[in-house]
């Protein structure tokens, strides 16, 4: 515990607090959206401890919490914000006024009621919101958005707006035939092609690329020019129930766990992979949820 502790405070102090103070136009923000096709695999539990690698890692990493209905961002870290985005779209804070912060250097954006309030403000309110972001750009490296799960308008909203999706599935048969689901819905509604898919809570690394072969194969069939990635696996391990009882992410909890290896392998794997060509800023993000 304390050497994680002693890698991440000395990887953000390599870090300037602000590149564009000091001249230096930062890298593009990397946006990954993280959907399940059912609830009950872990995806929240995913977001958070990647996000805790990537804070290791000296990332300045952004949560936003956009599962609308049931948030789970905040229980999972024993946090209870009193305001939320909602408060920001409507004039009463200021962005940062409502982040939240969680373990290390990790921010949250707690959600808001519902995505209507986003395409309720006028043309003056969004630019002004956005506007808002172009500040807190300079302080994010990768936005992870923690959608909920299912297909609903909210959840295809969300994964729209993204330029990176990752699908959470377990070896449950609901778990992959509702993931798949989920993918088809994206491909043949809305032409999104590329997906990273991550086997959660599996015995092996075989299990985790078995998973992924099936859908693969179901995908390549009836699915044409759909590109699948497996992302990799993160292994069953009963540390992570307890670290949920601790309210705690399993990386800081029980950092030498298995399944808390496997986030911080997972997180260096994606870290060096190239993100998709269309990858854009978090303003690119929220311009497609605001629909400027």
């Known amino acids: ?72 961002i ?32 990790i921010r949250i954006m707690p959600a808001s009621s519902g995505v209507q309030e986003l395409t309720r403000l006028t043309d003056e309110q969004k630019l002004q919101f956005l506007q808002l972001l172009d500040e807190l750009e300079a302080d994010v490296d990768i936005l992870l958005v923690d959608t909920g799960a299912g297909i609903s308008d909210t959840v295809l909203y969300f994964n729209l707006a993204a330029q990176e999706r990752v699908v959470v599935v377990t070896p449950e048969p609901t778990s992959l035939t509702d993931a798949y689901a989920l993918i088809k819905v994206l491909y043949t509604r809305h032409g999104e092609r590329h997906f990273r898919i991550l086997a959660n809570s599996v015995h092996s690394e075989k299990a985790g690329k078995s998973i ?46 298995p399944a808390a290896k496997a986030f911080i392998t997972l997180a260096e794997k994606i870290r060096k992979s190239a993100p998709h060509p269309n990858n854009g800023t978090v303003q690119f993000f929220w311009k497609r949820l605001l629909k400027v």
Not at 23 to 33: D, Q, Y
Not at 90 to 103: C, F, I, T
Not at 242 to 249: D, E, I, K, M
């Open 74 to 105: 905040d229980v999972l870290l024993g946090l209870a914000p009193k305001e939320n985005i909602s408060h920001v779209l409507e004039g009463k804070r200021q962005l940062r006024e409502v982040l939240v912060s969680g373990p290390g250097h």
């Open 212 to 257: 992924f072969a099936q859908m693969s194969k179901v995908a390549d069939h009836f699915l044409d020019g759909i590109s699948l990635d497996y992302l990799g696996s993160i292994p069953h391990d009963p540390n992570v129930p307890r670290a949920v009882l601790q309210q705690r992410p399993l990386v800081e909890a029980f950092p030498n766990a």
């Open 1 to 72: 515990m304390d050497q994680a502790l002693g890698l991440r405070e000395t990887n953000h102090q390599r870090l300037p607090q602000n590149s564009r103070e000091l001249g230096v136009v930062p890298p593009p923000v990397r946006v990954i959206c993280v959907s399940s096709g059912k609830g009950g695999v872990g995806k929240s539990n995913v977001v958070v401890n990647l996000a805790c690698a990537f804070d290791l890692m000296g990332k300045k990493v952004l949560i936003l919490d956009a599962d609308l209905g049931l948030a789970n």
